[in-house]
């Protein structure tokens, strides 16, 4: 076994285990929560305005942890509706919360 060969091996070795570990932390927390914290990574690594570009990059990091079995059945159409629909939640909670403070403030 040459050199190549081992780099190859110990690759394949490493990306086995970063698969394994995304999706046993998307076990964990599950889906949804896995979405609001790249949601959340996106809003502080793009500047606003720039929704398109957060959305294509939590659509991009979604696609990628997903596991490939899924992948089969998963589009990026769907994946897109579902980052919308966690990002209206998060919004509609925070601007509840924004709401029931102002309310507080008054009284």
């Given at each position: ?74 589009t990026?159409?769907?994946?897109t ?27």
């Amino acid at each position: 076994m040459d050199g190549t060969q081992l780099s190859i091996i110990i690759l394949l070795i490493g990306f086995i285990f970063a698969v394994g570990y995304i999706c046993l932390s998307i076990k964990k927390e599950g889906l949804k929560a896995t979405t609001v914290k790249l949601i959340v990574k996106a809003e502080e690594m793009f500047a606003s305005g720039e929704g398109k570009q957060k959305m294509k990059w939590v659509v991009d990091m979604l696609t990628q942890i997903i596991p490939m079995p899924f992948k089969l059945f998963v589009t990026t159409e769907l994946l897109t509706e579902f980052v919308q629909s966690v990002f209206d939640m998060v919004k509609e909670a925070l601007d509840y919360r924004e709401v029931e403070t102002q309310d507080t403030e008054n009284n």
